[in-house]
């Protein structure tokens, strides 16, 4: 569920973002979207980052955004709610993944954009999937990574690697040193380094999607990308069989390390391509 660490070393940077747009949501909060132009015509793709992460964090790192603008797409990302520099509240009544998906909506319509692809990685494929079982009108097509059986069999990320209620309690910890050395204790202090709002984050989990989700009304390209050691993400056929239509892309590594795979972002982009 926590963002994948910095991947590749040699990934140049991506520039600063053409625009900034500051948008508003039905339920009073503000997001962060950042948008970086490959000319005038270009399709859009709309980028959703995972769990404690944020827009500038995660894809960066995997050199997607960087790619896609040297095929000439326009790549825009969003801080989800309780990330980056949207909006973070305390409270878990405002959080969720159906939550956030309602966000990709209000982003697309406040930004004039009639259908996008869109990729989303742990949380954000999560988030992605159920826009697109909604609102697959508004996609051509869709990507969705570190996530695999966890979907078709619990409604959300695999929480059975971490529990949800275990990740809320080291997230609101007053000391770290309480969690003792395992998981929880490396978790609650790779969250801590991204700079998000422990609280709120906490209120995420505490929200996690957990609910059957419609996934055979999905009706565009699906690809799922899935890391071969990935906890999170394990038995993702099972999650290709579910989507009409879907593929699979296999890569080396586990959950924060699947961006490593030489085959992570030229196979994203072949797919994307218009």
Same mark, same amino acid.
């Given at each position: ?8 070393? @040699? ?5 600063? &973002? ?12 503000? /997001?962060?979207? $950042? ?28 050199? %997607?955004?960087?790619? !896609? /603008? +040297? #095929? ?18 305390? @409270?878990?009544?405002? $959080? ?20 996008? @692809?869109?990729?989303? $990685? ?15 009108? #508004? ?18 990320? *695999?929480? #059975? +690697? /971490? &529990?949800?209620?275990?990740? +809320?309690?080291? %997230? ?11 998981? !929880?204790?490396?978790? #609650?202090?790779?969250?801590? =380094?991204?700079?998000?709002? %422990? ?5 995420? =989990? *505490? ?15 699906? %690809? ?17 069989? =579910? ?32």
């Amino acid at each position: 569920m926590s963002t994948p660490a910095p991947a590749q070393t @040699d990934v140049p940077d991506l520039r600063a &973002p053409d625009r900034t747009h500051r948008l508003p949501t039905s339920d009073g909060l503000t /997001l962060s979207v $950042y948008e970086w132009d490959g000319g005038a015509s270009a399709h859009p793709v709309l980028l959703h980052h995972g769990f404690s992460s944020s827009a500038s964090l995660e894809w960066p790192h995997s050199g %997607l955004p960087q790619a !896609l /603008l +040297a #095929r000439g797409r326009r790549v825009l990302a969003v801080d989800a709610r309780g990330h980056g520099a949207s909006d973070a509240p305390h @409270d878990s009544a405002s $959080y969720g993944e159906a939550r956030m998906a309602q966000d990709v909506l209000e982003v697309l319509d406040a930004l004039g954009l009639d259908r996008v @692809d869109l990729a989303g $990685y742990s949380m954000g494929a999560v988030v992605s999937l159920v826009f697109a079982s909604r609102h697959g009108d #508004r996609l051509h097509r869709l990507v969705v990574g570190g996530v695999g059986a966890g979907v078709v069999e619990l409604g959300g990320v *695999d929480t #059975r +690697a /971490l &529990p949800a209620s275990e990740l +809320a309690r080291a %997230l609101r910890a007053p000391d770290p040193g309480d969690l003792g050395e395992g998981l !929880l204790r490396s978790f #609650r202090e790779s969250a801590a =380094a991204t700079g998000n709002d %422990l609280l709120a984050l906490a209120a995420q =989990a *505490d929200a996690v999607h957990a609910s059957p989700l419609d996934l055979a009304s999905i009706p565009v390209p699906t %690809l799922v990308v899935a890391g071969r050691e990935d906890p999170l993400a394990v038995r993702p056929q099972v999650l290709v069989d =579910a989507v009409p239509g879907a593929h699979l892309l296999l890569v080396a590594g586990e959950h924060t390390t699947a961006f490593e795979d030489p085959r992570f972002v030229p196979g994203i982009t072949a797919f994307l391509q218009p």
